[in-house]
């Protein structure tokens, strides 16, 4: 049995939405919101909510959603029902607005609803830290990075992300947005690249033309006009399929520690996308649920606010241990317990000898092979310290 306790200095919070589980983008779509639901309850069974403030988020208001997406957006989102709205699979001959009705960005019912619970926690998260009341603030249910001010994008109809981080604007001059979900943060970058108060930088895989956006290349560091204050502030880390948790953790650690020394953020916000763990439908990357948790493990030592946001991730029961492990280094449980977590059974006491106990890489599933030389990773880190030399706070 495990006591888990508060930790000591500082305060977690924990900010979820029952109702996002049952709205469902489409049996066969890979986004399931029933992940959020299946990541609670691991938490949950650790007593994991007696170490953290737990709080039931509210929506977000039109208001809210409106402080970074437009009146023609919003209103076509909120007001048209899914049977009137054009669909480009079913109804190739019909237009599609703002990019709604396709296959990736279904129409369902309670969309509007779903969108604003998923920006409400985000908000709620970005609240308690800007009133002080929560050191980590983490919001499983947010993290959709791809949503554009009039679009909607790669799974994602509401930006949270952006609209959280302007709320953190309000009360912290800098803030440092990480990204460790397979896919480029490309909604969070644009948001932001006029503002030097803003730094963005997202680890992806990369392959224009074939992987999702397709953005992210290690020369786009936004907008380069001389006037632009948010110059040089969008860091992009371009990797090849197969990254494992040592190159992963060495990169991670080089590039953000850099970043942490130039920019001298005062609060950071994380997306934590499941979808770079190995054996993810989507993802492609190879990394291992303490590897994932390392990046949260290593901002956590800057001391200094963090919310974490979920994102992607597409094999819910490896989804909910990631996250259940990321919500465990936040609280800071004992290093035994953390050992333990990724390889949680519920029924585990009933197993008496060790070895029935599958490997993380035995849950996780066959690594995929490593398309990332040393050579390259050392030529990302070079020009990413290059590109900080631009970089003062
Ligand atoms: C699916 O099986 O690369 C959607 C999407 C729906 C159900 C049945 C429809 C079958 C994979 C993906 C047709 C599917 C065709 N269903 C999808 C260029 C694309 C056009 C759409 O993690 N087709 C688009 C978006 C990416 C594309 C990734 C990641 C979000 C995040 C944050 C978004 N879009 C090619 C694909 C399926 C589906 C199966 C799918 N879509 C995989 N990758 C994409 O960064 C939350
Ligand atoms: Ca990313
Ligand atoms: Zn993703």
Redesign the pocket.
Known sequence: EYNITRPKGYTVSYHFNPDMEPHH???????KPFRLTLTKSLVTAYGMNFAMDNYNTRIATYEELNSFHTSDYLDYLHMTPPEEMPRD?DNPDKEVKFNLG???C?LFHGLYDYCSMSAGSSLDAARKICNKQSDIAIAWGG????AKKSEA????YINDIVIAILQLLRCYPRVLYIDI?????DGVEEAFHSTDRVLTCSFHKYAPEV???GTGGLDDTGPKSEHNPGAHHAINVPLNDGITDEQYGHLFQSVIGKINEKFRPSVIALQC?A?SLAGD??GRFNLQVQGHGACAKFCKTFGIPMIMFG????TPRNVARAWAYETSVAIDVDEKINKIIPEHTPWRKHFVQEELFPSLEQILGEPRANRNSQKRLQEIIQHVHEQLRFVNA
Do not use: A, E, K, N
């Not at 994008?153 to 994602?156: I, K, N, V």
């Open positions: 983008f489409g049996l066969t779509h890979p986004m699979i396709g296959s990736d279904p993290g959709l990075h791809h994008s790669g799974f994602c979900d397979v896919h480029h943060g992987f999702f956006p996308g979808d439908r989507l994102g992607g991730g597409y």
